[in-house]
């Protein structure tokens, strides 16, 4: 009787000790725990290799906090990945372009008041102001449901040189500022007045095509012309440049779940210069 009582205690204390040291090394679920993933992705112009947003954040449960972001450069195989920000940033969370023949990225931040923040930034890390938009409560139709503006974004040519900023100077119109890359001097513009909301994408021969969103009405803007002109619609309106996610050979960029970059091939019809 005492052998078999001395077994079930050993077997017992063994149960005890095992039990303990799994519980040990387990995640509790309300600890926080940091996070780190690719949040978007472009190829370069040229299509030769791949500029990416990474992102690192604490997460607890559904909740996250101090997210913060860094740019680095890669090959398409994820080698000779190197950084170009100088430090980690908030909020570059909008459109980026990777403009790599003409030297530089349009990098898109999402600021606190609701506004945005277009910025050149060049490949040795050094960042120059675009534009800043206003905060939300000063856009131009302001509170009035019935107004119609266009959404405010800074596309750079196909070739780089160009920077088209593309916004509605007031309500019910659209304005298409084009600037050089170099300086950022205005070389030409052109205003429209509008009554729906209108997509924006360069041409591979250089101009600027609005487009309304049921793809039934568009307008040729042209630095060498006066005024918009009416056009036949494109056969699409994206990818907007040669910067974007699909190469100009049709390899596209995914970005998995668990934050990983993914290269498959959707083919050529599906890259810059479908319109």
Request: aromatic share 6%; net charge negative.
């Amino acid at each position: 009787m005492r052998y078999y009582i001395s077994m079930i205690g050993i077997g017992l204390t063994a149960l005890l000790i095992n039990g303990c040291s799994t519980t040990s090394t387990e995640v509790k679920p309300d600890e926080w725990h940091t996070v780190e993933r690719v949040d978007k992705a472009v190829w370069a112009d040229d299509s030769s290799d791949i500029a990416l947003v990474n992102q690192t954040y604490e997460q607890q449960g559904e909740n996250k906090r101090n997210v913060l972001h860094k740019i680095y450069i890669q090959n398409a195989d994820g080698s000779n990945k190197h950084e170009i920000t100088p430090q980690a940033r908030e909020n570059l969370t909008g459109e980026l372009y990777y403009m790599k023949q003409a030297g530089y990225l349009v990098v898109e931040s999402l600021l606190d008041n609701g506004g945005r923040q277009f910025n050149k930034l060049l490949l040795d890390g050094r960042e120059i102001l675009i534009i800043e938009t206003p905060d939300k409560d000063k856009q131009p139709c302001g509170t009035d449901a019935q107004g119609v503006q266009v959404f405010h974004t800074v596309i750079p040519s196909p070739d780089g040189q160009i920077l088209a900023n593309i916004y509605s100077p007031e309500c019910g119109a659209v304005s298409v500022d084009f600037l050089f890359a170099n300086n950022l001097n205005i070389t030409a513009a052109q205003y429209m007045a509008i009554t729906e909301p209108l997509i924006a994408t360069w041409h591979k021969e250089g101009y600027i095509i609005l487009t309304n969103s049921a793809k039934t009405k568009a307008w040729r803007v042209s630095m060498q012309e006066s005024q918009p002109t009416p056009i036949p619609p494109p056969a699409c309106t994206s990818p907007v440049t040669t910067s974007s996610q699909t190469a100009t050979d049709g390899r596209k960029i995914t970005i998995s779940e668990t934050g990983e970059i993914k290269i498959e091939n959707v083919g050529v019809q599906n890259a810059f210069g479908c319109q």
